[in-house]
Nanobody
Framework: QVQLVESGGGLVQAGGSLRLSCAAS????????MGWFRQAPGKEREFVSS????????AYADSVKGRFTISRDNAKNTVYLQMNSLKPEDTASYYC??????????WGQGTQVTVSS
């Protein structure tokens, strides 16, 4: 059974930092692109960032470029999201996800990030 388990969320003041982790288990994720999405109350889930298996290609939403950094450790089947200079508008549940083709077909349960002003 495939599992993606996020951790590292919490409450932080504006300008602060958090590092989210996503541990994958249940299968090999060789070749999988891993990503992060977020969903704020009353809003649709939105793309935040992604990273290819090799780590050679990353992508970011415009709203987080220059502040967030995605990375992965394939030996540990773990992907990270370093979030710096956090803003109140970053408040959301953050979800880890994985895809092999076009669609993200594995999702974690989410971790809450709250940024106070």
């Amino acid at each position: 059974q495939v599992q993606l388990v996020e951790s590292g969320g919490g409450l932080v003041q504006a300008g602060g930092s958090l590092r989210l982790s996503c541990a994958a288990s249940g299968r090999t994720f060789s070749g999988y692109t891993m990503g992060w999405f977020r969903q704020a109350p009353g809003k649709e889930r939105e793309f935040v960032s992604s990273i290819t298996w090799s780590g050679g290609n990353t992508a970011y939403a415009d709203s987080v470029k220059g502040r967030f950094t995605i990375s992965r450790d394939n030996a540990k089947n773990t992907v990270y999201l370093q979030m710096n200079s956090l803003k109140p508008e970053d408040t959301a549940s953050y979800y880890c996800t994985a895809k092999y083709g076009v669609r993200y077909n594995y999702w974690g349960q989410g971790t809450q990030v709250t940024v106070s002003s």
